[in-house]
C-alpha cells in the first residue's frame, strides 16, 4: 500500500512539475510524453493547457513529429516556425494550433532517451531562445527521476501481485493435497472395525482437514496472512460432527464466536487446540453416556485478548500433564500447541459444566 501511495504522489509530482513547466516557459501549453517500449510510439502522458483532457493518453507514431525527431536523436530541439519544419507531424486537437515549441528528452540513468518534454506557444507572441533550453533542461532531470522512481513502484506492485497470486496457488494445492489424504484416510476407515484403530484414523483425518481448512481459507478470502478466526473454528467444528458422528452417541456442539481475524499461524494453531479439544471431548469425556454437550466460546475482551473456552458437561480428559505415558497425550499436545501460541492456558472442572479448557492469548 506504502508503495502505491507513493507512485500517486509521484505523479502528482510530475503533474506539478508540468504546470512549472509551462510557468517558467511563460508557454500556453506543457506536455509530457513517454515513450512505449512495446510499439515505440510516444504516448501523451501528462499535458496542461487549454486541450489537455482532450489530448491525453494520445500517441504519436514512432519516428513521427518534433518529439519523434528529439527522442530518436535524444537532443533538445527548438522550433519558432512550425509551418517550416519539415518534422512537424500534426496537432494532435483540432481546438489547438502549434505555432512555436520546445523539447527536450527525458534521460535514464545510463543517458537513453525514454521521453520528452516540451513546451509549446510562447506568450505575447514570443519566440522561444537557445538560453531557454538550458533551463528547460535543468528541469528534465528530476522529471526523468520521478518517472523512474514511479516506475520502481509499479514494477514492485506488479512482483507484490504475482507472488500473492503464487501464494494463493500453494493454498489451493496444499488444501487439494491434504483433502485427497483425507478421502484417503476415511477410506480405509471404512476397512477398520477395531474401535482403537478406527479413533486413531479418525484423529489422524480430524488433523489435516484443520490444516486444509486454514489453507482453503487463506485461498478463497484472498488474503495471504490473515484468517477470519470464526469461519475457520466453526468449520473446524463442523468437520469434527462429521469424522467422529456415532449414530449411538448424540453429541451436541453448541458454539459462540464472535468475529474477529488473525495472523494465519496464529489462526492454524487455535483451529488445532480446538480440533484436540474436540478429539479428547468425543473420545473420553462421555465414556458410559449415550448423550453429551460441548459449548465452545470466544470472545475478544477490551484489553486486546482473546478468551476461548471449550467445555463439555462429561468427565473430560483423564490425565492431567501426560506425564504417566510415554507417548503424547491429550494435555501434553494440546498445553504445547498453546505454548507455540504463546497463550495461557488452564484447565478447570466443574460439577455443573464437567470439564472446560481456558486459552488467552493477544490479539
Known amino acids: 500500500m506504502e508503495g502505491i501511495n507513493r507512485t500517486l504522489e509521484l505523479k502528482g509530482v510530475l503533474r506539478k512539475c508540468m504546470e512549472a513547466a509551462k510557468v517558467v516557459m511563460n508557454a500556453k501549453a506543457s506536455s509530457l510524453m513517454l515513450l512505449d517500449e512495446m510499439t515505440g510510439d510516444l504516448n501523451v502522458s501528462i499535458p496542461t493547457g487549454p486541450v489537455k483532457d482532450e489530448i491525453i493518453g494520445m500517441a504519436v507514431p514512432k519516428n513521427k513529429g518534433i518529439g519523434g525527431w528529439v527522442i530518436s536523436n535524444n537532443q533538445p530541439l527548438i522550433s519558432n516556425d512550425i509551418t517550416e519544419s519539415d518534422i512537424f507531424w500534426k496537432d494532435l486537437s483540432d481546438d489547438f494550433t502549434t505555432k512555436n515549441i520546445i523539447c527536450v528528452p527525458l534521460q535514464n540513468e545510463q543517458g ?58 500453494i493454498h489451493h494445492r496444499l488444501k487439494n493435497n491434504l483433502s485427497t489424504i483425507c478421502a484417503l484416510l476415511e ?11 478406527r479413533q486413531a484414523i479418525s484423529a489422524a483425518n480430524s488433523r489435516l482437514r484443520s490444516v486444509a481448512i486454514a489453507h482453503s481459507l487463506l485461498y478463497d478470502q484472498n488474503k495471504m496472512d490473515q ?20 449414530p449411538e452417541k448424540e453429541i451436541y456442539i453448541q458454539s459462540s464466536i464472535e468475529e474477529t481475524d488473525l495472523d494465519a499461524n496464529r489462526a492454524m494453531l487455535c483451529g488445532m487446540i480446538v480440533n484436540e479439544l474436540l478429539i479428547n471431548a468425543y473420545k473420553h469425556a462421555f465414556e458410559g453416556k449415550k448423550s453429551g454437550e460441548i459449548v465452545i466460546t470466544l470472545k475478544k475482551t477490551p484489553s486486546d485478548e ?22 503424547p497425550t491429550g494435555h501434553f499436545i494440546i498445553k504445547a500447541l498453546a505454548k507455540k501460541l504463546k497463550a495461557d492456558i488452564s484447565f478447570r472442572k466443574n460439577p455443573e459444566i ?7 492469548f493477544p490479539v
Open 112 to 169: 537513453e532517451a525514454f521521453g520528452v518534454l516540451q513546451a509549446i506557444n510562447k506568450k505575447d507572441g514570443k519566440p522561444f531562445v537557445n538560453e531557454d533550453v538550458a533551463i528547460f533542461e535543468s528541469l528534465a532531470p528530476h522529471v526523468s527521476s520521478a518517472i523512474e522512481r514511479s516506475k520502481g513502484y509499479e514494477n514492485m506492485k506488479d512482483m507484490i501481485d504475482e507472488r500473492e497470486v503464487q501464494i494463493a496457488e
Open 354 to 360: 464437567g470439564t472446560a479448557c481456558v486459552l488467552k
Open 306 to 327: 482473546i478468551v476461548l473456552i471449550v467445555a463439555d458437561n462429561g468427565i473430560g480428559l483423564q490425565d492431567q500433564d501426560g506425564s504417566s505415558s510415554e507417548k
Open 227 to 246: 484468517v477470519f478466526l470464526n469461519d475457520y473454528l466453526d468449520s473446524v467444528i463442523q468437520n469434527i460432527e462429521h469424522v467422529f458422528k456415532d
Open 187 to 197: 477410506f480405509d476407515l471404512n476397512e477398520l472395525t477395531e474401535p482403537k484403530s
